[in-house]
C-alpha cells in the first residue's frame, strides 16, 4: 500500500503536459497561455487626457482664453495645434492636440457668456504644470513589452489584455477529454422510478462528469457496465480508441471476484499501485494506457465504488493530472491553515481527509482573522450528504487522538472560498468573543427577556462536545433552574452552552459571560472529579475575584447525604465582576440537590451582587425599628437566670 504523497508524485510524473492548439479569442478562457504575447504598439498610442477638461499651454497661467477645438475620444481635433492664448476642450482618453502640453480639469475653470456669433471663451482658474493630467504615450504599455508569459492561466482580466495589444488567435494548452464509467450490476439509471430490491441509483457517474465539466474538460459518457469481464473490456477499448486522454471508473477495483477493472487495465498497460493509505478512498488503481492509436499514454484512474471515496479521490489526484496535462505550472491544490470549530477523533490506522467547509471570519477564536473550519457531519464513505457544501478536504495524521476544537489543521480547498452559512455551530463574525469548539445557544422564552436574574449554564465534557453522547446534565439544570424561578427571585436561563474539558475553552466562554454578556448567575457542570481532564475548577479559580466557600460547604453537605462519594467533588464557586460562578457535578441528579442547597440563600446573594447593600435576611429587623437595650444587663440576666441576687456584695 503506497502514502498519499507517493501516489501523488507517481500520477504527476506521468502526467504529461498535452500539445499546445490555437484558439479563438473567446474560447481561451480558463487555459494556460503556450507562448508569450508582445504588444505590437505602445498604450496610450497618443498622448491621452486623464480628466474632462482644457488642454493648455502651461505657461500661459490663470486668464481667459478662446477655446480653439474640442479633443473627445476618437478623430476630434486631429491636425489642430494649440499655440499660447489658446486652450481646446478635451475629454477623458481623448488625444491632447499638439502644442498642449497640460490639462486643466474642467472643475478648475469657469465658462464664459458670449454672444452667439463670438468664439467660445473659458477662464482657467488656477496655474498648472506641464504634464498635468496627461497619460504619455506608451505609459501603461511600452511597444513589444511582454504583456503575458508562457503559463500564465487566463481569466478575465487577461483576456482583455489580449484583446488590448489585438490577439484574437491564441496558442493554448487544451483541456484532456475524459472518459467517466461506472461499474456494478447493481446500479440502475438516475431515471429509474421505483428500485427493485438489490438495486441502486447510479451517483457516480454523473457526479464524475459533472467534476470533469467544472475543470472545463471535454467529457465522454460510457454509461453503466455490468459485473462482466468481456464486457467491461469492450467498453474500455472502445473509449481508449476514442482519443480520450483520462479514463475514470468506479467500482470494481477492490477484492472481490467480480472485481475486473484492474486485471483489465493491467492487460492494457502498467498499473503504478492499487491501493492508498488513505481514508476514505483506499482501493484506488492508478495506470498508464499506451493504445497503438492514441499519440500519448492515457491515463487511468480505477475509483473507489462508495461516492465519497470517488470524489475525495478524484480531487486530490485526477484534479492535479488534470491541470498537469491542461498546462499549469502548479497543479496542486490550494492550502490554508484553519481553525476547528468542534474536536474530531482522527483514524488510528489511515491518514484521513474529513470533508469540511472552511470560511474567512474576523475572529477565528483567537482575537484576529483568520479560516475556521466546521465538518460537515459523519463520514462515511457512502454518505455523500458528507461532501454537500464541503470546499475543503481537512488532513489529519493517523494517531487516533481526538483534535481539539481550536486547533489549527491543514485545510485543502477543493472549490470556491466563499460566504457561507454555518450551522448551529456558526461562529458570528459580529461577536469578537465568539470562539471555535464551543456549542453555544441563546434560549428564549416568553419570560427570559424579562428575567429578573440571568443564568447561563455551561456543560464541560469532552464525549458530548465531540458529540459522541447526549448532553444529559445542561437540559436538567435548565429545568431545575427554570421549576425554581420564582424562588430565585425570578431567574431564567437564558443561554447554554458545551465545551470540551479544555482549560482555555472553559475560560474563554466564562469571560464572556461574565465580562460582555454580564450574567447574574454561571453554572458549570462536570469537570470537578479527580481524573486528569477534571480542570473545571482550576480554570474557574484563575478567574474569580472572590471566593464563596459558604456555598459549596451547604452543597457538599446535601450531597453526602446521597453519596460518600461526593467528598470527591473539588468544585470551586465564586464572584467574577457581577457574576456569580459556581461549579457542580457532572452527574444531572446532582444538579437537583445543589440546587435545592443552594436555594434558601442564592436569591438574596444575586441581588446583593446586583448592588443592592439593604437586602438582608427576610428575618433582619432594621437597626433604626430595634428596640434599645442595655446589653450588659440582658448578659446579666441570661446568666443568673433573671432571679434576684442573694450576695451582700452585689447588692
Request: aromatic share 4%; hydrophobic share 40%.
Given at each position: 500500500m503506497i502514502?498519499?504523497?507517493?501516489?501523488?508524485?507517481?500520477?504527476l510524473s506521468v502526467s504529461?503536459?498535452?500539445?499546445?492548439?490555437?484558439?479563438?479569442?473567446?474560447?481561451?478562457?480558463?487555459?494556460?497561455?503556450?507562448?508569450?504575447?508582445?504588444?505590437?504598439?505602445?498604450?496610450?498610442?497618443?498622448?491621452?487626457?486623464?480628466?474632462?477638461?482644457?488642454?493648455?499651454?502651461?505657461?500661459?497661467?490663470?486668464?481667459?482664453?478662446?477655446?480653439?477645438t474640442e479633443s473627445r475620444a476618437g478623430n476630434d481635433g486631429l491636425g489642430v495645434i494649440l499655440t499660447p492664448g489658446t486652450v481646446a476642450y478635451v475629454t477623458t482618453g481623448g488625444p491632447i492636440p499638439d502644442g498642449a502640453d497640460a490639462v486643466v480639469q474642467v472643475e478648475d475653470t469657469e465658462k464664459v457668456d458670449n454672444a452667439l456669433d463670438e468664439p467660445k471663451r473659458v477662464k482657467i482658474l488656477v496655474k498648472t504644470t506641464k504634464g498635468n493630467d496627461i497619460r504619455p504615450v506608451g505609459v501603461d504599455i511600452e511597444k513589444d513589452a511582454i504583456v503575458l508569459t508562457a503559463g500564465e492561466r487566463l481569466g478575465a482580466s487577461e483576456i482583455g489584455l489580449l484583446a488590448t495589444v489585438g490577439v484574437t488567435m491564441v496558442k493554448v494548452y487544451p483541456t484532456p477529454s475524459v472518459a467517466v464509467l461506472s461499474t456494478g450490476d447493481e446500479l440502475v439509471e438516475p431515471t429509474t422510478g421505483q428500485l427493485n430490491r438489490g438495486q441502486i441509483r447510479d451517483s457516480n457517474r454523473a457526479m464524475l462528469l459533472a467534476a470533469a465539466v467544472q475543470h472545463q474538460c471535454k467529457v465522454l459518457d460510457l454509461g453503466i457496465a455490468k459485473d462482466d469481464e468481456e464486457c467491461q473490456a469492450r467498453i474500455l477499448d472502445?473509449?481508449?480508441?476514442?482519443?480520450?486522454?483520462?479514463l475514470l471508473t468506479s467500482g470494481g477495483v477492490s477484492m472481490g471476484d467480480k472485481d475486473f477493472i484492474k486485471p483489465l487495465l493491467e492487460k492494457r498497460g502498467k498499473v503504478h499501485f492499487n491501493k492508498v493509505s488513505m481514508k476514505p478512498g483506499k482501493p484506488l488503481t492508478f495506470a498508464e494506457i499506451d493504445f497503438q492509436s492514441t499519440e500519448s499514454k492515457i491515463l487511468a484512474f480505477g475509483l473507489p465504488g462508495n461516492p465519497v471515496s470517488s470524489l475525495v479521490c478524484f480531487h486530490l489526484f485526477v484534479v492535479p493530472a488534470l491541470r498537469q496535462l491542461a498546462g499549469w505550472t502548479n497543479p496542486h491544490h490550494l492550502r490554508v491553515q484553519a481553525r476547528l470549530q468542534q474536536p474530531i477523533k482522527t483514524d488510528p490506522f489511515r491518514p484521513e481527509y474529513h470533508?469540511?467547509?472552511?470560511?474567512?471570519n474576523e475572529n477565528d477564536g483567537t482575537g484576529s482573522p483568520g479560516f475556521v473550519a466546521e465538518s460537515t457531519g459523519h463520514q462515511r464513505s457512502s454518505r455523500l450528504l458528507s461532501m454537500k457544501s464541503a470546499n475543503a478536504l481537512l488532513e489529519f495524521p493517523a494517531t487516533g487522538s481526538v483534535v481539539s476544537a481550536g486547533t489549527p489543521v491543514s485545510a485543502i480547498i477543493i472549490s470556491d472560498l466563499r460566504s457561507m452559512a454555518f450551522g448551529k455551530n456558526h461562529i458570528s463574525p459580529d461577536s469578537a468573543f465568539a470562539l471555535p469548539?464551543?456549542?453555544?445557544?441563546?434560549?428564549?422564552?416568553?419570560?427570559?427577556g424579562d428575567a429578573e436574574f440571568r443564568v447561563a449554564i455551561l456543560t464541560v465534557s469532552d464525549t458530548v462536545a465531540m458529540g459522541a453522547g447526549p448532553d444529559r446534565s445542561g437540559p436538567r439544570a435548565v429545568s431545575v433552574i427554570n421549576s425554581s424561578s420564582e424562588r430565585l427571585g425570578g431567574a431564567s436561563v437564558v443561554a447554554t452552552a458545551v465545551v470540551p474539558d479544555?482549560?482555555?475553552?472553559?475560560?474563554?466562554?466564562?469571560?464572556?459571560?461574565?465580562?460582555?454578556?454580564?450574567?447574574?448567575?454561571?453554572?458549570?457542570?462536570?469537570?470537578?472529579?479527580?481524573?486528569?481532564?477534571?480542570?473545571?475548577?482550576?480554570?474557574?479559580?484563575?478567574?474569580?475575584?472572590?471566593?464563596?466557600?459558604?456555598?459549596?460547604?451547604v452543597m457538599m453537605q446535601e450531597s453526602l447525604k446521597v453519596t460518600p462519594t461526593a467528598?470527591?467533588?473539588?468544585?470551586?464557586a465564586g464572584i467574577r465582576g457581577s457574576t456569580l460562578i459556581i461549579n457542580m457535578p457532572g452527574n444531572p441528579n446532582a444538579v437537583a440537590e445543589c440546587m435545592e442547597a443552594l436555594l434558601p440563600a442564592l436569591k438574596h446573594g444575586l441581588k446583593?451582587?446586583?448592588?443592592?447593600?439593604?437586602?438582608?435576611?427576610?428575618?433582619?429587623?432594621?437597626h433604626a425599628e430595634a428596640v434599645p437595650a442595655n446589653v450588659w444587663e440582658q448578659s446579666y440576666k441570661l446568666a443568673t437566670g433573671g432571679s434576684d441576687v442573694s450576695c451582700s456584695c452585689c447588692k
Amino acid at each position: 500500500m503506497i502514502s498519499v504523497a507517493d501516489a501523488l508524485q507517481t500520477v504527476l510524473s506521468v502526467s504529461k503536459r498535452l500539445p499546445p492548439v490555437t484558439v479563438p479569442l473567446h474560447d481561451a478562457l480558463g487555459k494556460v497561455l503556450a507562448q508569450d504575447v508582445h504588444a505590437p504598439d505602445p498604450l496610450p498610442p497618443y498622448p491621452a487626457s486623464l480628466k474632462d477638461g482644457y488642454a493648455v499651454v502651461s505657461a500661459d497661467g490663470p486668464g481667459e482664453y478662446p477655446i480653439v477645438t474640442e479633443s473627445r475620444a476618437g478623430n476630434d481635433g486631429l491636425g489642430v495645434i494649440l499655440t499660447p492664448g489658446t486652450v481646446a476642450y478635451v475629454t477623458t482618453g481623448g488625444p491632447i492636440p499638439d502644442g498642449a502640453d497640460a490639462v486643466v480639469q474642467v472643475e478648475d475653470t469657469e465658462k464664459v457668456d458670449n454672444a452667439l456669433d463670438e468664439p467660445k471663451r473659458v477662464k482657467i482658474l488656477v496655474k498648472t504644470t506641464k504634464g498635468n493630467d496627461i497619460r504619455p504615450v506608451g505609459v501603461d504599455i511600452e511597444k513589444d513589452a511582454i504583456v503575458l508569459t508562457a503559463g500564465e492561466r487566463l481569466g478575465a482580466s487577461e483576456i482583455g489584455l489580449l484583446a488590448t495589444v489585438g490577439v484574437t488567435m491564441v496558442k493554448v494548452y487544451p483541456t484532456p477529454s475524459v472518459a467517466v464509467l461506472s461499474t456494478g450490476d447493481e446500479l440502475v439509471e438516475p431515471t429509474t422510478g421505483q428500485l427493485n430490491r438489490g438495486q441502486i441509483r447510479d451517483s457516480n457517474r454523473a457526479m464524475l462528469l459533472a467534476a470533469a465539466v467544472q475543470h472545463q474538460c471535454k467529457v465522454l459518457d460510457l454509461g453503466i457496465a455490468k459485473d462482466d469481464e468481456e464486457c467491461q473490456a469492450r467498453i474500455l477499448d472502445k473509449a481508449f480508441a476514442s482519443g480520450i486522454n483520462i479514463l475514470l471508473t468506479s467500482g470494481g477495483v477492490s477484492m472481490g471476484d467480480k472485481d475486473f477493472i484492474k486485471p483489465l487495465l493491467e492487460k492494457r498497460g502498467k498499473v503504478h499501485f492499487n491501493k492508498v493509505s488513505m481514508k476514505p478512498g483506499k482501493p484506488l488503481t492508478f495506470a498508464e494506457i499506451d493504445f497503438q492509436s492514441t499519440e500519448s499514454k492515457i491515463l487511468a484512474f480505477g475509483l473507489p465504488g462508495n461516492p465519497v471515496s470517488s470524489l475525495v479521490c478524484f480531487h486530490l489526484f485526477v484534479v492535479p493530472a488534470l491541470r498537469q496535462l491542461a498546462g499549469w505550472t502548479n497543479p496542486h491544490h490550494l492550502r490554508v491553515q484553519a481553525r476547528l470549530q468542534q474536536p474530531i477523533k482522527t483514524d488510528p490506522f489511515r491518514p484521513e481527509y474529513h470533508r469540511a467547509t472552511v470560511v474567512w471570519n474576523e475572529n477565528d477564536g483567537t482575537g484576529s482573522p483568520g479560516f475556521v473550519a466546521e465538518s460537515t457531519g459523519h463520514q462515511r464513505s457512502s454518505r455523500l450528504l458528507s461532501m454537500k457544501s464541503a470546499n475543503a478536504l481537512l488532513e489529519f495524521p493517523a494517531t487516533g487522538s481526538v483534535v481539539s476544537a481550536g486547533t489549527p489543521v491543514s485545510a485543502i480547498i477543493i472549490s470556491d472560498l466563499r460566504s457561507m452559512a454555518f450551522g448551529k455551530n456558526h461562529i458570528s463574525p459580529d461577536s469578537a468573543f465568539a470562539l471555535p469548539g464551543i456549542k453555544s445557544h441563546k434560549i428564549t422564552t416568553d419570560s427570559s427577556g424579562d428575567a429578573e436574574f440571568r443564568v447561563a449554564i455551561l456543560t464541560v465534557s469532552d464525549t458530548v462536545a465531540m458529540g459522541a453522547g447526549p448532553d444529559r446534565s445542561g437540559p436538567r439544570a435548565v429545568s431545575v433552574i427554570n421549576s425554581s424561578s420564582e424562588r430565585l427571585g425570578g431567574a431564567s436561563v437564558v443561554a447554554t452552552a458545551v465545551v470540551p474539558d479544555d482549560v482555555p475553552k472553559i475560560q474563554n466562554i466564562l469571560r464572556r459571560w461574565s465580562d460582555i454578556e454580564q450574567m447574574d448567575l454561571v453554572i458549570t457542570l462536570g469537570g470537578t472529579g479527580f481524573t486528569s481532564r477534571d480542570v473545571t475548577p482550576e480554570a474557574t479559580k484563575e478567574l474569580i475575584e472572590k471566593e464563596t466557600p459558604g456555598l459549596l460547604h451547604v452543597m457538599m453537605q446535601e450531597s453526602l447525604k446521597v453519596t460518600p462519594t461526593a467528598m470527591l467533588s473539588r468544585s470551586t464557586a465564586g464572584i467574577r465582576g457581577s457574576t456569580l460562578i459556581i461549579n457542580m457535578p457532572g452527574n444531572p441528579n446532582a444538579v437537583a440537590e445543589c440546587m435545592e442547597a443552594l436555594l434558601p440563600a442564592l436569591k438574596h446573594g444575586l441581588k446583593q451582587l446586583r448592588g443592592d447593600k439593604r437586602e438582608k435576611h427576610p428575618r433582619h429587623v432594621p437597626h433604626a425599628e430595634a428596640v434599645p437595650a442595655n446589653v450588659w444587663e440582658q448578659s446579666y440576666k441570661l446568666a443568673t437566670g433573671g432571679s434576684d441576687v442573694s450576695c451582700s456584695c452585689c447588692k
